[in-house]
């Protein structure tokens, strides 16, 4: 198994629908986190976790929620986004060094 | 005056050159420093970290850290094209409790 997994890679979704990203590490590490990457703008922090709890909510609109039900999983759950809400999403761990592992992304289109 | 700023680039070299790659950042009392790398279509991957003033060097890879001026730079020896990427400068701000800023990237180019 690869450290940092996310699931699905690409989501098409409409304004009025409800979808979930999932981030699943398998590195053992306690904090977790949600990041945004549009086209010519700086990774945008939206959730941390440590140790299931959240830490960090940065200023990030509610249409977007997360869940952490244990060290290991992390989700995303989107209702009625916008189209600018289309970006990569990334999901990353860390063994709170600073240093973070990122997975794949999940790659999503809102129509 | 962005937190973490880079030159977005782009940053075009030859095969075998040295890639410079600079980030400026705000916060005076910011004490660690990373770069990531990230291929397109893919994530980014941590390179090289530094924590203290002077040159850290792994590989073909340096990082140099000037906290006095407040900038770090990544210097890539004998470029190959596979370092085509976007590098991402990344800083842990003094006063973000341990989060990481990110800068905007340079996208370096290396052509054969």
């Known amino acids: 198994e690869t450290g940092v997994t996310q699931t699905p890679r690409h989501l098409v979704m409409g304004m009025t629908n409800k979808k979930s990203l999932k981030c699943e590490q398998h590195l053992g590490h306690n904090a977790m986190y949600w990041y945004k990457q549009s086209a010519k703008k700086p990774l945008e922090l939206m959730f941390v976790?440590?140790?299931?709890?959240?830490?960090e909510n940065n200023s990030v609109p509610s249409r977007f929620s997360p869940e952490c039900p244990n060290s290991s999983h992390l989700f995303l759950h989107l209702h009625t986004l916008q189209p600018e809400d289309s970006a990569l999403y990334l999901c990353a761990s860390s063994p709170g060094t600073g240093e973070l592992f990122f997975g794949e992304g999940s790659r999503l289109t809102v129509l | 005056q962005k937190e973490v700023e880079q030159n977005s680039g782009p940053l075009s070299v030859p095969e075998g050159a040295i890639a410079s790659l600079n980030c400026t950042y705000s916060?005076?009392?910011?004490?660690?420093f990373f770069w990531y790398r990230q291929y397109s279509g893919k994530s980014p991957e941590l390179i090289m970290f530094?924590?203290?003033?002077g040159d850290k060097e792994d590989g073909r890879f340096t990082a140099q850290l000037n906290k006095a001026s407040q900038y770090v730079s990544l210097l890539i020896r004998d470029s190959q094209p596979s370092d085509s990427a976007t590098y991402l400068c990344?800083?842990?701000?003094?006063?973000?409790?341990?989060?990481?800023?990110f800068g905007q990237g340079t996208i370096l180019t290396v052509h054969p």
């Open positions: 976790y440590s140790l299931e709890e959240r830490v």
């Open positions: 916060d005076r009392g910011s004490q660690s």
């Open positions: 990344a800083v842990i701000l003094a006063t973000s409790y341990g989060k990481l800023t």
């Open positions: 530094i924590y203290s003033n």
